[in-house]
């Protein structure tokens, strides 16, 4: 592999890291009454982080539509929403947030790591597919149903 491959997939790695640690901060912060709008709101970080890993890989950049096309005819945003849809899935982290409120620190750490590993399974799984797509020169949609493909078999 190139070396130029390996530092994309570093940065990229770095980058879900980052977003992660973010989710972390704010899934984890308490905010009694107010947890179900802010998890659906790091939807938003959630998507910057898949622009960014794009265009680290093709240095273009691509809308925010595309990403959730492929990801949503994928079925990628089921997988990592747990078979629920993804606002679905990012409403009840807030709703389970709002009930850890009451256990302290405990519940906010607890909150913090729910939100975070969304957003790197998330993160994970389009690098892959967008690593995939660049390695074999294929579009994003390709990639998937390859990737899709090579894993039921």
């Known amino acids: 592999m190139s070396k130029s ?5 570093r940065k990229t790695l770095l980058k879900i890291a980052e977003f992660s ?7 984890g912060v308490p905010k009694p009454g107010a947890e179900i709008p802010s998890h659906i709101a790091l939807i938003a970080t959630d998507i910057v ?3 960014i890993i794009y265009e680290e890989y093709f240095s273009e950049r691509i809308s925010e539509h595309s990403i959730l096309e492929i990801l949503g005819k994928s079925g990628i945003l089921l997988v990592v929403a747990g078979g629920g849809g993804y606002m679905i899935a990012k409403s009840a982290t807030g709703l389970i947030a709002e009930v850890n ?3 302290g620190p405990i ?7 729910l939100a975070a590993g969304g957003t ?3 993160g994970l799984v389009w690098m892959t597919v967008v690593d995939w797509a660049y ?6 949609k390709e990639a998937v149903f390859a990737i899709s493909r090579r894993a039921s078999a």
């Open 5 to 9: 491959l390996w530092k994309k997939r």
């Open 107 to 113: 519940g906010w750490i607890a909150s913090g790591i």
């Open 135 to 140: 390695r074999k020169q294929i579009t994003l």
């Open 21 to 27: 640690a973010g989710n972390i901060v704010v899934g």
């Open 120 to 122: 790197a399974l998330l």
């Open 101 to 103: 409120n009451f256990f």
């Open 49 to 51: 982080m898949c622009t």
